[in-house]
């Protein structure tokens, strides 16, 4: 009885340490218009004082300090991006070291050569795509934070 019940409470654990609960965080766009816009500084999502924004660098995700931060150079567990297809675009990062983050220049999500970049005005950044974040009437594509 011992046994199975020690056995249930591991299992149980190992299941909940593997499923993140998945946060979306707004569409990154320099749309200032769309209602899910991190540009819209009046919106849930681009508020500096919003505590699911990026924008909002005393919270978890705008922090310099968060390990979930956009801002801060050291995070591992920087929010995913994905495009309007649902295709994984990288890391919303400032960690230039990090192999997914769009500030790794050396990156395929930051390379400015990459056809998969933000950063590369003739691929995935390009300003003329619908969905692109560069586009100034887009859409942008969608933020998902993985927090623990």
């Known amino acids: 009885m011992f046994k199975s019940l020690l056995f249930l409470l591991i299992s149980l654990s190992s299941v ?3 499923h993140a609960e998945e946060k979306f965080l ?3 766009s320099s749309n200032p218009f769309a209602k899910n816009s991190t540009a ?3 919106g849930t999502y681009g508020s500096e004082f919003s505590s699911t924004s990026i924008n909002n660098k005393y919270g978890k995700y705008g922090s310099d300090y968060s390990d979930n931060s956009v801002n801060n150079p050291y995070a591992s567990n920087a929010p995913k991006l994905y495009d309007s297809q649902g295709n994984y675009r990288g890391k919303l990062s400032s960690n230039k ?3 997914e983050s769009i500030s790794n220049p050396y990156g395929r999500y930051g390379s400015k050569y990459s056809s998969e970049s933000i950063n590369n005005k003739f691929g995935a950044g390009n ?3 619908t969905d692109s974040p560069n586009n100034p009437y887009g859409k942008g594509w969608k933020i998902i934070s993985d927090d623990d």
């Open 40 to 42: 819209n500084k009046y």
């Open 26 to 28: 707004g569409n990154l």
């Open 97 to 99: 070291y990090d192999p």
């Open 127 to 129: 300003p003329y795509k």
């Open 16 to 18: 909940s340490m593997i």
